[in-house]
């Protein structure tokens, strides 16, 4: 199973990016889909998740700001984000939970870089 994660770039202070996050490989389902963000020097955490249903929870600092939402028949779980600060800077990863064997595994896109700055 592999994630592919794209959308980042630079945008000014106020701005809107949208990632996507696509899974592809041997799939079954997928439960939950999230994405998460490090910036330098700071631990990984959590942005938005959202369920295969599509109830989505936030962390507090992003919630009204950022909207996840997911497309099950794709595969693939996007993130927009809107009213950009220059501490939404990091690299931002997608996470997705599939159920094999009866087993959880956790799979990692490999990041995408978000650089909020004028």
């Known amino acids: 199973v592999q994630l592919q994660a794209s959308g980042g770039g630079l945008v000014q202070p106020g701005g809107s990016l949208r990632l996507s996050c696509a899974a592809s490989?041997?799939?079954?389902?997928?439960?939950?889909m999230g994405w998460y963000r490090q910036a330098p020097g700071k631990q990984r955490e959590l942005v938005a998740a959202?369920?295969?249903?599509?109830?989505?929870n936030y962390a507090d600092s992003m919630e009204g700001r950022f909207t996840i939402s997911r497309d099950n028949a794709k595969n693939t779980v996007y993130l927009q984000m809107n009213s950009l600060k220059p501490e939404d800077t990091a690299v931002y990863y997608c996470?997705?939970?599939?159920?094999?064997?009866?087993?959880?595994?956790?799979?990692w896109g490999q990041g995408t870089q978000v650089t909020v700055s004028s």
């Open positions: 996470n997705a939970l599939l159920i094999e064997s009866g087993k959880g595994n956790y799979y």
């Open positions: 490989g041997s799939i079954f389902s997928i439960n939950r």
């Open positions: 959202i369920s295969p249903g599509g109830s989505p």
